[in-house]
């Protein structure tokens, strides 16, 4: 309504941490990961490609979180760097630094740190001269 949305969330599901499920330790992945349980450690795309993190109503991450797209509906407690895409929805809880392009913020959701916007790359325009021959 108010302007066109720049990133899209993937919509494709690869990877599922069930709920009831405790992982302790640093997860990278690709793709998409679902987040129903908890993990104790950082969480990453694999060399840093675009991939997409949903965080469940009733999952749980205590590390930092660094994916290109991300959907949050349970707890965050460590900082969180979304270059592309971030959306917080009603039960979101997030306990640490923000960081995002792009963002969407439900009402409900909780954000105890900084909301830090960093802005898009620009794109590379190249000039070509013509000859006169």
Excluded: C, W
Excluded at 15 to 33: E, P
Excluded at 63 to 70: A, D, L, M, Q, T
Excluded at 102 to 123: D, F, M, S, T, Y
């Amino acid at each position: 309504m108010f302007g066109k949305k720049t990133a899209k969330v993937q919509n494709r599901i690869d990877s599922l941490i069930g709920a009831g499920t405790v992982i302790i330790g640093d997860v990278t992945f690709s793709g998409g990961l679902r987040v129903d349980g908890e993990i104790i450690g950082n969480v990453g795309s694999r060399d840093n490609l675009s991939a997409t993190l949903v965080v469940s109503e009733n999952a749980r991450i205590q590390g930092s979180v660094s994916v290109s797209h991300v959907v949050v509906n349970g707890a965050i407690l460590g900082p969180v760097q979304a270059p592309e895409f971030l959306e917080l929805q009603a039960k979101a809880r997030v306990t640490g630094d923000v960081e995002y392009t792009n963002i969407e913020i439900h009402l409900g959701a909780v954000i105890q740190g900084r909301l830090v916007h960093q802005a898009a790359p620009a794109k590379t325009v190249e000039l070509k001269l013509a000859s006169k021959n």
